[in-house]
């Protein structure tokens, strides 16, 4: 055995021992450098003739915990093969066996056992699933250790198994008597995941009524038998999880955790209110049949309750004091009735008090219109709405959060056009959209139809898709249109101003009359000097004011004039 105290490998300090099998011995030890704990189990060679076979056994145990990665399962961490012993170090699991739980306490708490049971049918369909699936065929309470903070962990895979297509059977009879499935005993065919079930049955029984079925008579009566306040839901599962054919049980750990997840469902009172709903749901249909008012009424009442509800959320999102209290609010009126589109309008208002519209916030917004897309799209008229609001939130703030850089003000342009053109489909379809949000939606739609063909000052021209000349005209078009409000017609200005200053010598190559830009440029610094600089329009107020001179030195440039203007060196700004 061990020594206390002594230092193996180098680096695994013994402190105590922890436990103790047929076979082995289980201390605690301390990885010193790494200041962890790890469970360190002894195989002894002496005295054992046939120790190849035991080690072949250990071999094929570890190679088997090696390629698992389950939160409810041990990590094998180091192989240690000295002369006269075989040692696995592996994670120590603080905590004790459900066995002590039972010897100390007894039959234990009927959720608590329901608890530990989902949890080990969750690692057990993970076994199964594997490729080839591993079947455990040694559940008992001695080989789960509970932890302090209630989750279980399966430990001791010796007498675990690959499954293997081609056999008829299994090649060694290995199982503890009263737990385990009558196919482990050989003759019924190779044991599989019916034969876990069967175990884990037995294993809830023994945690549920505190009678051990591994000693005499081995015999499982119905829990309800020892204890009557138990579930008859729950005395039902167990009955069909430890049948002697494995035909007549769950046939996967999926169904026994359904069944486990609605056990109060399988209750004989349960059922017995069920039957008596249904016997009132028969009547209430029948007199609905007569009285086919009240249905109407109901679904009138149905839809006022979810509309309260609605609003109720969206009042409390207001009266939020931190953004993920405002968006958990959002999302529960959304799932509640993802046809509103007022609950996506409120979060994105919500997103542009502070005048940026962020990445984080445009993409944690648009996961939720994606998830909705087809019952937010049934009221067209309010997603037309929502479609403009956002178009103009890409268009206004989305840029100038990412610094305005090229890519990200490409990118700003391509979804703003994407939204605004939303609003024309809307509208061709339905004709009651807003008409001003309509005609503004196809202003932005069209300007950001020339920055994407066009490419504006951001990227070469070369062959342009559109001329000059028609982006021209078209900026003047809509710099006439009478929808325009005091900052669309900013934005259009500030698009001359750029524009001129960036391809002046192009719309004259394209055919555009000199007079023309320069009578705009008078009518950009005429505009400019009745509008009064304020928080709503600062920034395009600064952009326009800084680079009106840039566009006059274009302007000169390209149409002959020797007349340069100096840039205003009070000004902030050298454009996009």
């Known amino acids: 055995m061990l020594e206390i105290g002594s230092v193996v490998d180098g680096k695994y300090k013994i402190l ?19 200041n962890k704990q790890w469970a360190v189990k002894e195989v002894r060679k ?15 145990e570890i190679d088997m915990l090696k390629k698992l990665k389950h939160p409810n399962l041990p990590s094998i961490i180091d192989v240690i093969d000295n002369a006269d012993s075989f040692l696995i170090v592996m994670d120590y699991i603080e905590g004790k066996p459900l066995s002590d739980a039972i010897n100390e306490l007894g039959a234990q708490p009927q959720e608590y056992v329901v608890e530990w049971a989902k949890q080990l049918c969750d690692v057990l369909s993970y076994l199964h699933t594997r490729i080839p699936p591993i079947i455990y065929r040694d559940m008992k309470p001695s080989n789960v250790m509970l932890k302090p903070d209630g989750n279980v962990t399966l430990i001791d895979f010796g007498t675990a198994r690959e499954f293997k297509n081609e056999s008829v ?17 050989g003759g019924q065919g190779q044991t ?48 069909k999880c430890t049948r002697d054919n494995p035909n007549d049980r769950y046939q996967s750990c999926a169904e026994l955790m359904y069944a486990l997840e609605h056990y109060n469902e399988l209750d004989i009172e349960y059922k017995r209110k069920q039957k008596a709903k249904f016997g009132t749901f028969v009547a209430t249909t029948i007199m609905a049949i007569v009285l086919g008012g009240t249905s109407i009424y109901a679904h009138a009442r149905e ?20 953004q993920q209290s405002y968006e958990d609010y959002i999302k529960k009126a959304v799932e509640l009735d993802p046809s509103r589109a007022d609950g996506f309008s409120k979060l994105l208002e919500y997103y542009r008090e502070d005048g940026l519209f962020e990445e984080s916030e445009a993409i944690n917004l648009i996961r939720l219109v994606n998830e909705n897309d087809d019952r937010m799209k049934a009221d067209e008229v309010g997603y037309a709405e929502f479609a403009y609001k956002l178009g103009a939130a890409y268009w206004y703030d989305y840029g100038k959060a990412l610094g305005n850089g090229k890519i990200e003000y490409t990118s700003m342009i391509q979804q703003a056009t994407n939204w605004f053109s939303q609003v024309k489909e809307v509208k061709q379809s339905n004709g009651k959209t807003n008409a001003a949000e309509y005609n503004n939606a196809q202003i932005y739609a069209k300007i950001g139809g020339y920055y994407t063909k066009l490419g504006a000052q951001l990227d070469d021209m070369g062959d342009a898709a559109a001329s000059y000349s028609d982006f021209w005209y078209d900026l003047v078009d809509l710099k006439n249109s009478e929808v325009l409000n005091p900052k669309t017609q900013l934005y259009v200005y500030k698009d001359f101003v750029t524009n001129i200053h960036g391809h002046a010598s192009d719309f004259r190559q394209a055919g555009v009359d000199g007079a023309e830009i320069e009578n705009m440029l008078n009518e950009i ?7 009064t ?12 004011m800084s680079n009106i001179p840039n566009a006059w030195n274009a302007y000169n440039a390209a149409y002959g004039s020797t007349s340069i203007i100096a840039p205003n060196d009070n000004e902030s700004g050298e454009g996009e």
């Open 169 to 185: 059977e299994d090649t060694v009879c290995l199982g503890t008597r009263g737990y385990a499935a009558p196919e482990q005993f």
């Open 16 to 34: 105590n021992k922890v436990g103790q099998g047929g076979m082995s011995v289980v201390y605690l030890a301390m990885n010193e450098k790494a």
């Open 46 to 60: 002496d005295g054992k003739q046939d120790f190849e076979v035991v080690k072949q056994g250990l071999v094929a």
């Open 303 to 322: 839809n006022k309750i979810i509309n309260t509800t609605y609003d109720n959320y969206l009042t409390k999102a207001e009266q939020s004091v931190n």
């Open 533 to 544: 600089r304020d928080a709503s329009n600062e920034v395009l107020y600064d952009y326009i």
């Open 525 to 531: 610094e005429s505009h400019m000097s009745n509008v």
């Open 192 to 239: 599989d995941a019916r034969t876990d079930i069967y175990c884990l049955g037995a294993t809830m029984y023994h945690l549920l009524t505190g009678h051990n079925p591994a000693k005499p008579p081995y015999e499982k009566y119905p829990i309800r038998q020892w204890n009557p306040d138990l579930s008859s839901g729950l005395e039902e599962i167990i009955l």
